[in-house]
């Protein structure tokens, strides 16, 4: 039975190989600092959220919804910002390479979207690829489209 992997790890990340008369364009990288911002509205939107619900339930202690979500987002963060901000993709003249070394032909893809820090690469099957925590995902977006002829 083949194993199941729902996201690439950083040790599985390789250098592409690149064909013949393919030329790197640009490579996207996760942006630590952008990750620090993300988790802390995380963190913030979860504290008032917890608040919320502990206040609906009539908890006398609401106040520990913030650190209960601050708590939660921050061990989450440290534990994955190495990996996270480690991945890089590849943008070549004929295609988007992921960081395990497969790629996207430029053809086969319909849309870049947007989405907070990410960038949001949709292909014409239909399949959705992130690259995450980018320091500008508007940038990331054009250098896409641009690559692309969009």
Do not use: C
Not at 7 to 35: H, K, M, S, W
Not at 89 to 114: E, F, K, Q
């Amino acid at each position: 039975m083949a194993e199941m992997k729902l996201e690439p790890r950083l040790e599985d990340q390789t250098t592409p190989d690149l064909d013949l008369g393919e030329e790197v364009i640009a490579r996207f990288q996760g942006n630590r600092t952008t990750y620090v911002k993300e988790h802390v509205m995380l963190a913030a939107l979860g504290s008032v959220l917890m608040v919320v619900v502990l206040m609906a339930m009539g908890n006398a202690h609401a106040w520990t919804g913030v650190v209960g979500a601050v708590a939660a987002i921050t061990i989450r963060g440290v534990y994955l910002i190495k990996e996270q901000t480690g991945f890089i993709w590849t943008l070549t003249n004929r295609r988007l390479i992921g960081p395990t070394g497969s790629g996207i032909l430029m053809d086969n893809i319909t849309a870049v979207n947007t989405i907070f820090t990410a960038a949001q690469v949709v292909t014409i099957a239909g399949d959705k690829h992130m690259l995450k925590y980018q320091a500008d995902a508007k940038e990331t977006k054009a250098q896409i489209d641009r690559a692309r002829g969009a």
